[in-house]
Nanobody, 114 residues
């Protein structure tokens, strides 16, 4: 079964950290670019970061550059998003996306507030 399952969301205070994980199955994960997107309440889906199949190239949206880190473990078939120095504007549902195949996960909620 082709699927992506995210985990690791939650509620934190501004300045805090969270680590999101996405487990992949049903496709050749090691040959697929992977991305994270997010959707804040009342807004469209926004691209956050992408990592290439080997993990050697990573690109980020300006809004998260220097605070978020995308990584992957091809042996474990997982992609992660380490989020540091979180801000209220980071509040959103975060989605994992397999670029080659256009596969979306179900999303995980991240809430940042006092």
């Amino acid at each position: 079964q082709v699927q992506l399952v995210e985990s690791g969301g939650g509620s934190v205070q501004p300045g805090g950290s969270l680590r999101l994980s996405c487990a992949a199955s049903g496709f050749t994960f090691s040959e697929t670019l992977m991305s994270w997107y997010r959707q804040a309440p009342g807004k469209g889906r926004e691209w956050v970061a992408t990592i290439d199949d080997s993990g050697g190239t990573r690109i980020y949206a300006d809004s998260v550059k220097g605070r978020f880190t995308i990584s992957r473990d091809n042996a474990e078939r997982t992609v992660s998003l380490q989020m540091n120095d979180l801000k209220p504007d980071d509040t959103a549902i975060y989605y994992c996306f397999a670029v080659d195949g256009s596969i979306w996960g179900q999303g995980t909620q991240v809430s940042v507030s006092f």
